[in-house]
């Protein structure tokens, strides 16, 4: 059990009430402070008092203390992949592997900063010579989800700090206790008060004080389509990055490598248990070869291994029993329509084993409602068109793959996909993290990736010097 503190202007607040976090195992796997709208306006206006002081810095100053951060992610990477394991049910080889990719992306953060902060630009007709600089916004308001709560945590925090905003910093419910390391990292290497703040707390005694706070310049959120909205609708002048979500296509062509196109799907859709925003959520097979996919579809199911996370199992425990009953739902509601499980139908707790699902046709609502579960509904379609046209119905627009081997064809059908991302003969997914991340639609609004990150949280400023 791992009992956290906040921490706050420098100072580590074990509040008066906490509350507890259920591993998705079913026990408890630690508590945290439960703080209030007092505590939360305190991180803010922290935040704004120790912003000027760190902006102020020199660009090594900052440089050093993220680079020393990397090392100690680098450091920690086992205990906090332990942390996971209990908390999020990711197993521990995919949660170390999210720390390394993490302390990666903050030295790739770095030296992109180092490349952007000031550009020169002369114009010898005209007699000027203008520097342009970055400036930092000022507070950012960091939310990331369960699924990734050290990746898109320091996905959000290491630009922000870099470029000399200050950060209020929110985990996921589970995730929260994982975040708590980066404040014990960032309070040993002794960044100076005030400049990043991790906060913890129930939705329903912090309310939305946390994203209404007038001292957010900039909030970079990543979590669900309803709260991202609410944050939306209160974010006022603030600029948002947010990731919301998504339900992505995967349309796999009559000429498709069907064993290349069965792991990808494989991969794709069951990684992690089906809960990423990126996993495939449909499939939209041509008839010809629908049978022959499926066979090695489920044939690769079959033999993922499922159980805890600690013993590495591919398949673990979903996040929580409503996201485990709202998965079942979906299934549910598909099997009563007509659509055929070629998988057993197992649940225990929130642990379910991954089905695959044929005959699933667009009126089920798992063709359209985001599931974050080890589901994968296949769609048998006649057409190119048809497949384009379906897959643009849905409300989310984030990644979506195509399967074939005529490249050409894919590239003309990708031009027509409403998404942020098409990925050819692979399945989708956010990285390597250099890539613009975005989608259209429901599943979100501006760019993350770490020159767009450190792009959006900051502002030109120029210095023009006439000759
Ligand atoms: O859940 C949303 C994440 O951004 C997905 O990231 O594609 O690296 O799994 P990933």
Not at 51 to 69: G, N, P, S, Y
Not at 273 to 284: D, E, L, P
Not at 364 to 372: D, G, K, P, S, T
Request: net charge negative.
């Amino acid at each position: 059990m791992k009992k956290i503190k906040a921490y706050i202007n420098g100072k580590w607040i074990a509040g008066d009430i906490n509350y507890p976090i259920y591993s998705p195992e079913g026990h408890e796997a630690g508590t945290a402070p439960a703080l209030n709208k007092e505590d939360i306006d305190l991180a803010f206006e922290s935040a704004r008092s120790a912003q000027r002081e760190w902006e102020a810095k020199t660009i090594d100053e900052r440089v050093q203390f993220m680079l020393a951060f990397a090392d100690k992610l680098d450091e920690r990477a086992d205990e906090m992949a332990h942390i996971m394991v209990d908390e999020i049910a990711k197993s521990f080889n995919d949660a170390k592997t999210e720390v390394v990719r993490t302390s990666k992306l903050v030295r790739d953060v770095v030296a992109e900063y180092l490349r952007i902060y000031q550009e020169e630009v002369t114009f010898p007709k005209l007699n000027k010579d203008v520097t342009i600089f970055r400036k930092a916004l000022g507070v950012v308001l960091a939310i990331s989800p369960f699924n990734y709560p050290i990746n898109l945590s320091v996905a959000k925090i290491a630009p922000a700090l870099v470029s000399g905003n200050t950060v209020v910093f929110k985990g996921a419910t589970n995730g929260t206790l994982v975040g708590s390391v980066l404040a014990e990292i960032f309070d040993e290497l002794k960044l100076p008060k005030g400049v990043f703040n991790f906060v913890t707390g129930r939705g329903r005694e912090i309310g939305s004080s946390l994203y209404t706070n007038k001292n957010i310049n900039a909030i970079s959120f990543t979590g669900g389509e309803r709260v991202g909205k609410e944050i939306s609708d209160h974010a006022s002048m603030a600029i948002q990055i947010l990731e919301l979500g998504g339900k992505d296509v995967g349309i796999v062509r009559a000429d498709a490598d069907l064993d290349l196109t069965a792991s990808q799907i494989v991969k794709g859709g069951f990684s992690y248990s089906g809960q990423r925003c990126t996993a495939i959520k449909r499939v939209f097979v041509h008839s010809e070869v629908k049978n022959a996919l499926l066979s090695k579809v489920v044939h690769q199911v079959n033999r993922l291994t499922v159980g805890k996370a600690a013993d590495n199992n591919f398949i673990t425990h979903v996040i929580n029993k409503s996201s485990a009953d709202y998965i079942m739902d979906l299934v549910n509601d598909a099997i009563d329509k007509g659509a055929k499980p070629l998988t057993e139908i197992k649940r225990e707790g929130n642990l379910i084993w991954p089905i695959v699902l044929d005959k699933v046709t667009p009126d089920m609502r798992i063709a359209w409602e985001e599931q974050f579960g080890p589901v994968v509904p296949f769609i048998e379609v006649d057409s190119d068109d048809l497949a384009v046209e379906l897959a643009n119905k849905s409300d989310y627009g984030l990644q979506s793959s195509i399967f074939t081997k005529d490249i050409d064809k894919a590239v003309e059908m990708a031009h027509k996909m409403e998404v942020g991302s098409l990925n050819i003969n692979g399945s989708s997914q956010r990285g390597p993290d250099t890539l613009p991340f975005t989608g259209v639609k429901n599943s979100g609004l501006n760019i993350q990736g770490i020159k767009y990150s450190l792009e959006t949280m900051t502002r030109t400023f120029n210095i023009v010097v006439n000759k």
